[in-house]
């Protein structure tokens, strides 16, 4: 049997994070890592826009081999996997698989909360989806989500200012914006893999008794448990431990930051995207 990598795919560099609890939880496989940094950030582009930037780097991956592609990114798991998974994949790959970070999250989310009242930090993007009230409400139709955008934040980790005195500003204005909606929230949601980095300077404005929870963890348990409730796909992963670093725009750049989120050093490789959109081109000839 064919094995290849794991894909995970993200906007740009926040996917890492993920992809670091990831490694954490399931060392064994191969990974390739693939951030579309020429185009981030997604939070403030339209669904469509979203939509196309992210199926091109699914279709990317695939052309890779990945049999599984993890969107590590929560506005293209907002306003790009569903349609992806139920439009796009019965007719690019059928055997293959694309899962996002969102369902994984709110199918645990409500067992931290005690008051069934839960805070979401976002981007824009992924606030205006409303994916996290949506999902949360299908396993959890108690609980009661409220949301904040905090546009800042991405901009603030990725010029390294996270830990300025800059940033204390935004982080307790969009803190107290989202804690302002209700009284009762008893656990936070950091609904963006970039604010991760900025969960040190969070819990200094946050109240006692305030549960603050980050992703990664939770998606690499989710990830863990697909693989052994699927092993037609678990079976397709390579496992040798290896892994590869992608971007679309200066690998140099990419390597310069990436250090920040996952904790190691990168080699990364440009990645052409033009590459897909001319096979998509010689494929519609091909078929007309």
């Known amino acids: 049997m064919n094995q290849q990598p794991i894909g995970v795919f993200d906007s740009g560099y926040g996917g890492l994070t993920v992809l670091k609890e990831i490694i954490k939880k399931l060392p064994q496989y191969d990974y390739v890592y693939l951030g579309d940094n020429a185009r981030a950030p997604y939070g403030t582009r339209s669904f469509e826009s979203v939509y196309h930037y992210t199926l091109e780097c699914v279709q990317w991956l695939f052309n890779k081999g990945c049999p599984l592609v ?9 306003k790009a996997l ?5 439009n796009d994949l019965p007719k690019i790959a059928p055997g293959n698989r694309v899962l996002g970070v969102i369902r994984p ?22 606030v205006l989806s409303e994916s996290y009230i949506i999902e949360t409400n299908k396993f959890y139709p108690g609980v009661t989500v409220f949301q904040q955008a905090c546009p800042m934040w991405v901009p ?18 969009d ?20 604010y991760p980095l900025l969960k040190h300077k969070i819990q200094q ?3 006692e008794g305030i549960s603050l929870l980050s992703q990664g963890e939770i998606v690499a348990d989710s990830l863990e448990d697909y693989l052994v409730r699927h092993p037609e796909i678990e079976e ?11 971007t679309t725009d200066s690998p140099a750049d990419f390597d310069a930051h990436a250090t920040i989120f996952l904790g190691r050093k990168t080699h990364a490789k440009h990645a052409d995207m033009d590459e897909v959109k001319l096979t998509k081109k010689n494929a519609r000839g091909f078929h007309s």
């Open 205 to 207: 404005f946050l109240p």
């Open 156 to 173: 603030l980790v990725e010029n390294n200012e996270h830990n300025s005195k800059g940033a204390d500003y935004f982080i307790e204005k």
């Open 105 to 126: 999250t709110t199918e645990k989310i409500g067992d931290y909360t005690q008051t069934k009242q839960v805070g979401i930090l976002a981007t824009a993007g992924t």
């Open 82 to 86: 569903r349609t992806i998974q139920q």
């Open 175 to 194: 803190l107290n914006a989202l804690l302002d909606q209700s009284k009762n929230i008893d656990t936070i949601l950091l609904a963006c893999t970039h």
């Open 236 to 246: 397709r992963c390579s496992r040798q431990g290896k892994l590869a670093f992608f």
């Open 70 to 78: 993890i969107l590590a990114c929560n506005t293209a798991s907002a």
